[in-house]
């Protein structure tokens, strides 16, 4: 099988080295580019597993950048950013980013992101038609799950969104307002769990069988790894 190749769109030369280094120390193939305005026509180009995009380019905004990305291709994206407000967080998934890094960040820690985010698209990939449980459609703004769309509101398809991405994690009330909502401190902790009981509702009218969405008691709650 040939490596997986992770583009690396960055302006800093030292920070492409060194993520590129240690990606590559785990296996997998890179690209870089210095700006954003190479990166429609090399997706056009050649195959790309997932990218790396810096949200503060010189020539052009990273999220506006994911913005065109998203209207053509469906490859997973991994936000850098050097801004630790929440908003831009919330921006970026909502855009169709799959995961975000904020600056300075460990090489090893957004590795290990990469490969999470990998092990989640080839599952799709492995498994065409069915078998993966739950597949976000960034384009769209949709998600399937055992291959019929949900009719989901704004917040429900960000929480499920970020439970996708992260299958496993256990967040706390406060991690998925702070994630999600765009004005974490207007809301309250009950309205995280009202959406998640719509949530698994919605899940259970497919598969009134399983329930993805782990409550750890006086913790939080997480996706299951197994789906």
């Known amino acids: 099988m040939s490596k997986p190749t992770i583009l690396i769109v960055d302006d ?15 296996g997998l193939a890179t690209l870089q580019l210095a700006t954003g305005g190479g990166v429609l026509s090399m997706l056009a180009e050649r195959a790309v597993d997932l990218i790396v995009l810096d949200v503060g380019l010189p020539d052009v905004s990273g999220f506006d950048l994911l913005k065109e990305i998203r209207k053509q291709h469906s490859t997973p994206v991994i936000m850098l950013t050097a801004r630790n407000a929440e908003l831009d967080r919330v921006l970026g998934l909502e855009i169709g980013a799959d995961d975000y890094v904020v600056k300075p960040f460990s090489p090893r820690e957004l590795t290990a992101r990469v490969k999470a985010v990998l092990r989640r698209v080839q599952g799709v990939a492995e498994q065409p038609g069915s078998a993966r449980a739950l597949v976000v459609v960034h384009e769209k703004r949709q998600i399937r799950y055992f291959g019929q769309a949900l009719t989901l509101s ?15 994690q256990v967040f706390t009330r406060e991690q998925l307002m702070n994630g999600v909502w765009e004005q974490p401190e207007q809301s309250l902790d009950r309205t995280v769990d009202a959406h998640i009981k719509n949530l698994r509702t919605k899940l259970r009218a497919v598969r009134p069988d399983l329930d993805p969405i782990v409550t750890h008691r006086g913790s939080g709650y997480s996706l299951r790894e197994d789906l």
């Open 12 to 26: 800093e030369p030292a920070i492409r080295d060194n993520i590129r280094f240690v990606l590559e120390s785990e």
């Open 154 to 168: 704004k917040y429900e398809y960000e929480i499920l969104s970020y439970f996708i991405a992260r299958p496993g």
